[in-house]
């Protein structure tokens, strides 16, 4: 038989999941994210900006591009094909007839922008840039399917046995959380702030006390579980 942990052990190594924010800060922020193609200089992005003389920092402006639901996380892929079915008991009477959850696959996580700022390097050299979060904004669990509110429970039960312990069923993202460094000459950075989503996919279905399994129906399930910077 597969175990939760057995399960969990296979999406972690093989799925989208945690491993992108291994360093993570206190209070369920990641470090920072860069993307590949970003206009900084390699190894200067950081949750720390130093200090530098004004005339050479500079502060993030507030875009006006509207704001990416699904945007892609650094270093996320979806993860294999996993079973179809669960494991039936090998019995004539599993008990009760109950409804039940099944992920089929571990999809590649992204993050719902709820701040999106850049900063402009119009200089022949490198400058330092900070940006910091000044919006705020809510990701709750969701489907692709509309769900009672008991589905989503057993949902988020769900994924934080088998995906993702840190997956909550609301997240506010925080105020004031900074990241920077080098931005490379003649260049612009685009900075986008916001809460991290596991992403599943699977079904709901019913087991009758004789095993049988009826009332399939299929979908993607998300859940806030992080917030963090992504710098472009």
Known sequence: MTTAAGVAAVLLVAGSSVPAFAADSPGGVGAPLTANGAEVVPGTVTEAPKAAPQEEAATGVDSETPLEEDLPIPGEVDGPDLPAEPKTPMADYCGHGKYFAHITKNKKNTMSVKYATYVKNDKSYTIDFKFTSKKSGTTKIGSSVTISSEFKVMWLGKI???????AEKSWTSELGIEAGGKVKPKSTVYGDYGIMKENVAGYTAYRYSNCE?????????????REGWVIK
């Open 160 to 166: 934080k046995a088998d995906v993702n312990a840190n």
């Open 213 to 225: 399994i009826g009332q399939k129906k299929n979908m993607t399930v998300w859940a806030p579980y």
